[in-house]
């Protein structure tokens, strides 16, 4: 069965909203992300994801955080001072 991928957007305080469910392709998410309007002010940090684990991340991620799972990569924002430092 072939995966279907889904956006997976971030808060700055780690909290996390998934949209654009049921995408064939990676780059189908994006270009959905990509024209998801002024929900950018609220949820800066997107990747795309399986229904569990991150497979693609914003420019400028941190290395390694695609292939982690999405509980883990939002434990991480949380628990991150840089994301705050970096939309500051």
């Known amino acids: 069965m072939k995966n ?3 956006a997976v957007l971030f ?5 996390y909203v998934t949209d654009f469910h049921g995408k ?4 189908e998410v994006w ?8 929900r950018w002010v609220f949820y800066p940090f997107c990747c795309v994801a399986t ?3 991150i497979v693609a991340c914003w420019d400028g991620a941190p290395i390694g955080l695609e292939g ?3 509980k883990t990569v ?5 628990e991150s001072e ?5 939309i500051s």
Request: overall charge negative; some cysteine.
């Open 11 to 15: 808060a700055p305080d780690g909290d």
């Open 51 to 53: 229904d569990k684990t």
């Open 24 to 27: 064939d392709t990676v780059q």
């Open 74 to 78: 939002s434990k991480y924002i949380k």
């Open 4 to 6: 279907k991928y889904q």
């Open 82 to 86: 840089f994301l705050i430092e970096e």
């Open 68 to 70: 982690r799972r999405i």
């Open 31 to 38: 270009n959905c992300v990509a024209d998801m309007g002024s």
